[in-house]
């Protein structure tokens, strides 16, 4: 008579077994479905670079002080508006390298600011900026920053946009860490780490930077980034998330510098892709030369009017 108690366990325990290999087997299979952190990456960046191949875009650039009141950002002073025109080709292997120019059209007083920007997905290729200031008639080169002095990537036309910010490539230089899943914006979101290596980190002022990507549109919606003293020291926000030719892109993004609190935001008026671009109106000569480049640029402009 004592058998079937033992018999009865002896079943439990096999049913127990059965549904902890089975759940074990559907966490593998979880796990094998989620994509890494640099595969995520990866895809975010792709899409990126689509708003910049054979492109002409027209963008809003607005800077201020910033404040918070009723628990909103608002600006604290009357913005400082300006108008660019950029142009822009992916080259290089798998088109993941980028040339770009963007052109200041206002306030009249910056009008023919420019910048020739060459982007290398290569981590043994260091990215290269050239700014033009038409009222003194130069073009200065503008080395990246580095952590060992006080130097400081470039800011775009003055805002809290530096040159660095708008990088994309070069993921071998970073140890990418998927550090769980969230909500952001409403949105279901991978978190993800990105701590630069020793090289890297000499070049960056960015000792961690971590990122909320939309799971369904693989789009950064926030950045944290952080010193080397773990300080947050800005956040970048991006909203008006569209699909544009197949691709979700957010046409608004908004730096928020937490140390001077001003603020800058980028909007995308029109994205224009599939121009022919000619291959030498991405050079110097088109910050240079005033009438070469509105010349070109009409031309560019003809071909989405």
């Known amino acids: 008579m004592k058998v079937l108690p033992q018999l009865f366990n002896a079943q ?23 994509p890494s952190a640099r595969e995520i990456l990866e895809r975010v960046e792709d899409a ?17 002080q910033f404040g918070v009141r009723d628990n909103q950002i608002t600006c604290t ?48 290729l260091d990215n290269e ?6 009222a003194l008639g130069t073009v200065k080169r503008i080395a990246s920053g580095n952590s060992d002095d006080d130097t400081e990537p470039a800011s775009i ?26 909500v952001e914006a409403g949105r279901d979101v991978w978190i993800i780490e990105s701590i630069p290596n020793e090289e890297r980190a000499r070049k960056t002022r960015y000792a ?21 003293h773990d300080r947050e020291i800005k956040r970048l926000l991006a909203s008006r998330v569209e699909l544009i030719n197949d691709v979700w892109v957010a046409r608004s ?28 109106f ?9 009438a070469f480049r509105e010349t070109e640029l009409q031309k560019l402009r003809e071909q989405i009017n």
């Open 12 to 34: 439990k325990w096999t049913l127990s077994l059965s549904a902890l290999l089975a759940l074990a087997l559907l966490n593998s299979n979880a796990a094998l479905a989620q």
């Open 129 to 134: 900026t050239w700014l033009y200031l038409s």
């Open 282 to 290: 991405l050079s110097q000569r088109t910050l240079t030369d005033v």
């Open 77 to 124: 002073e009357r913005p400082r508006v300006k108008a660019l025109e950029s142009v822009g080709v992916n080259f290089g292997p798998e088109n993941k390298d980028t040339r770009s120019v963007t052109i200041v059209l206002e306030p009249p007083a910056e009008k023919g600011i420019g910048m020739l920007s060459v982007t290398y997905d290569d981590s043994d």
């Open 208 to 228: 961690r930077t971590v990122q909320y990507i939309d799971k369904e549109r693989f789009v950064a919606l926030r950045a944290d980034l952080y010193d080397q």
């Open 48 to 64: 990126q670079r689509s708003t910049t191949n054979s492109a002409f875009n027209r963008i809003q650039l607005s800077s201020c």
């Open 157 to 182: 036309f003055g805002s809290e946009f530096t040159t660095e910010d708008q990088d994309t490539g070069k993921l071998d230089e970073y140890t990418l860490t998927l550090v769980e899943e969230g």
């Open 253 to 280: 993004l908004t730096m928020m510098n937490l140390v001077s609190n001003r603020l800058s935001n980028m909007a995308i008026l029109e994205i224009n892709t599939g121009i022919d671009v000619p291959e030498d």
